[in-house]
């Protein structure tokens, strides 16, 4: 069963900066499509950013020029840095990632980021 767990969350002033790790179980490179998404109170949960295993990315509008997704292959853990914070990125973040080996999408339980003026 794979397991993804993420850290980083937390409450910053609007304007800092947060890093959110995503540690997976086994081999990153046994997952496709990583990804990191959000979940606001009352929405939908969308797509932040997402890369695949060609180094393919892909950013929401609203997170452009602020938020880097990355991947470290040594220690199994994807990253984003996010920058210029603002209020409206408040929300619960969650990584996915498609395990190779059945297809499947696997979700980590989240880490709450909370902005404030």
């Known amino acids: 069963q794979a397991q993804l767990v993420e850290s980083g969350g937390g409450l910053v002033q609007a304007g800092g900066s947060l890093r959110l790790s995503c540690v997976v179980s086994?081999?990153?490179?046994?997952?496709?499509?990583l990804g990191w998404y959000r979940q606001a109170p009352g929405k939908q949960r969308d797509l932040v950013a997402a890369i695949t295993t060609t180094g393919s990315i892909n950013y929401s509008d609203s997170v452009k020029g602020r938020f880097t997704i990355s991947r470290d292959y040594a220690k199994n853990t994807m990253y984003l840095q996010m920058n210029s914070l603002k209020p409206e990125d408040t929300a619960v973040y969650y990584c996915?990632?498609?395990?190779?080996?059945?297809?499947?999408?696997?979700w980590g339980k989240g880490t709450q980021v909370t902005v404030s003026l």
């Open positions: 996915k990632a498609r395990y190779s080996l059945n297809g499947r999408d696997y």
């Open positions: 086994g081999s990153i490179i046994s997952y496709n499509d």
